[in-house]
């Protein structure tokens, strides 16, 4: 059985949920864009290469429609729903994210 912890914000989270996330956290650390992205998304090369704020803008938006198209799936019990795609997906979106914020070359 999981053990219930007591969470910061008040809220009780279970030890997966914990586990979950810092899965996630370590997963958009170690994000790397050429590496991850072309797996996750149909993107050229071109795209994934240009460091421009608004193509980041651009993936940004396009992760955030496929995680939440993932998200649907999940709550619908869809059989095409796919957990590990959903992790990778909030791991890149959160990567991208902080890429935006803290360009690193």
Do not use: F
């Not at 910061?8 to 030890?15: A, E, I, V």
């Amino acid at each position: 059985m999981d053990t219930i912890t007591s969470h910061p914000s008040g809220k009780n989270k279970s030890g997966i949920g914990l586990s979950l996330k810092r899965l996630v956290n370590a997963g958009s650390v170690s994000y790397q864009r050429r590496l991850h992205l072309q797996q996750l998304l149909p993107i050229s090369l071109t795209k994934i290469d240009d460091r421009s704020s608004q193509n980041h803008r651009w993936i940004i938006s396009w992760l955030a429609t496929a995680l939440r198209q993932e998200r649907n799936r999940g709550r619908c019990g869809h059989w095409t729903y796919s957990l590990n795609r959903h992790i990778a997906l909030l791991q890149a979106y959160r990567g991208e994210r902080e890429l935006l914020e803290n360009p690193r070359d």
